[in-house]
């Protein structure tokens, strides 16, 4: 059997093994329930050996979907005592038809399901499947344009750093110091798991909570949540994915919407392109995320910075500088894309996200520096993901030095994408 083959095998068992009836954990115990853009990602993994299960996963993430159309970053689908905040600390009842948390996540979904229908080999399954979710995907996205956006700047915000997927990114260090600690006394579970050298400080911790409990006296409601939040920012995170997944859900919408869903889309797609013009930063050669509170850039050269590429923003010869400096940091550790630059005061390579590479962010980069004709890069990230993935062991994130796993084990999305990369080699779609 050949090196490749084995890592299937392994990446399609990881999966199956990580299956709760319809779902996919992220990882038992660390993450017990089913994550926001783990489940996106994890669908991949299922469509290239099982596509009825890959939609389901996608069905199953939106029973979680709210009336005003947020889509919440966990549903709980039932309880566990391994994880800390449950749905008793996010206290959401009543908001979606199964407990939820009252935050988001980066929204892949649209994306994911445009890259599932436009693959499939059942095609009457995915026409019907797709067609199914349209309208849903809508209602999310107008959630993130009208209750994120509330002023129409093109660009959304978010208030928790858990919304962002890069919770202890260095990014979030001066906007947390406006953050208070929660007094609430708790027990974390994941430090139980998981080495604390590997996971975010308590202090981090504290304002995590602090923020939920926040949200949760706000009763979750948009205006409120703007008005009030210590914490608001332009992620360029969520930013980025959120314009591809516009037009991604434009391409859907084209077979299964309206002409008025068409030119919304088409609309909020200018704009976004305008908010993006001040997110540029030409010293670090990347994109950072703003604070709306201090009215600042943060200024910080995250792997995140390099996600405009995946949206398809960038001038040709900002691409250019983008993927010059990336090659730069390849040439200063052995694997990319670690979540700092390698050669920054404040890069941890073992913790999450201050250092550590991440197999979803790897993928959308290495398809952005692809599309925009980075071939030689977008190869070496793609060659270093599943490496990665071999050498550490299908584990949550990797050390960019030695290549050893971090973070939790058996991990579904390392697994899914293991599966999407070597299935789909570099044979993308241009959009
Ligand atoms: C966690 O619990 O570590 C998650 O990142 C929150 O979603």
Redo the contacts with the bound molecule.
């Keep these: 059997m050949k090196d490749q083959d084995k890592l299937r095998d392994k990446a399609i068992e990881i999966l199956k093994s990580n299956d709760r009836g319809g779902y996919t954990v992220p990882t038992a115990r660390l ?1 017990p329930y089913q ?1 926001n853009w783990d489940a996106g990602f994890s669908a991949l993994g299922w469509a290239t050996f099982d596509e009825a299960r890959a939609w389901r996963e996608l069905d199953l993430l939106f029973q979680g979907l709210w009336e005003d159309g947020l889509l919440p ?2 549903v709980f689908h039932q309880q566990s005592p391994d ?1 800390y905040p449950g749905p008793e600390v996010w206290g959401t009842d009543g908001k979606a038809a199964l407990p939820t ?1 009252g935050i988001s ?1 980066p929204p892949v979904s649209a994306s994911v399901a445009r890259w599932m229908l436009d693959r499939a080999s059942d095609t009457e399954l995915a026409e019907a499947r797709a067609a199914a979710l349209y309208p849903k995907l809508l209602t999310q996205h107008r959630w993130w344009h009208q209750a994120r956006d509330p002023e129409n700047t093109g660009l959304v915000c978010t208030y928790h750093p ?1 919304e962002t ?1 890069r ?1 202890n990114s260095a990014e979030w260090d001066q906007p947390f110091t406006a953050v208070p600690e929660t007094d609430t006394v708790f027990q974390r579970r ?1 430090t139980a798991l998981v080495d604390s050298a590997e ?2 400080h308590q202090s981090e911790y504290r304002r ?1 909570i602090y923020l939920v409990e926040l949200f949760r006296s706000l009763d979750y409601d948009p205006p409120a949540l703007y008005a009030q939040s210590p914490f608001k920012i332009y992620d360029i995170g969520i930013n980025s994915i959120l314009v591809r997944a516009d037009r991604d859900l434009l391409a859907l919408s084209e077979r299964f919407g309206s002409a008025a869903d068409q030119s919304d889309l088409r609309a909020r797609l200018e704009q976004a392109s305008a908010g993006f013009s001040k997110l540029w930063n030409a010293e670090l050669n990347c994109y950072n995320g703003y604070d709306l509170l201090a009215d600042k850039r943060l200024e910080l050269p995250v792997s995140a910075g390099f996600l405009p590429l995946y949206a398809g923003l960038p001038s040709s010869d900002r691409a250019q500088s983008m993927s010059r400096e990336l090659g730069r940091w390849g040439d200063r550790t052995r694997y990319l894309v670690p979540s700092l630059a390698p050669d920054h005061p404040l890069f941890e390579p073992k913790r999450y996200w201050r250092g550590p590479v991440w197999s979803v962010v790897n993928y959308m980069i290495g398809l952005g520096l692809q599309e925009y004709g980075f071939g030689d890069l977008a190869e070496r990230i793609r060659a270093d993901t599943l490496a990665l993935t071999d050498v550490g062991d299908f584990h949550e994130y990797f050390n960019p030095e030695d290549g050893s796993g971090c973070g939790g084990g058996v991990f579904s999305w390392t697994a899914a994408i293991a599966l999407w990369l070597s299935a789909r080699q570099n044979h993308e779609p241009k959009s």
Excluded: E, V
Aim: aromatic share 36%; no cysteine; proline share 7%.
């Design positions: 993450y994550w970053h966990i994880y948390s996540q858990w997927g919770d994941d996971r975010p995590y």
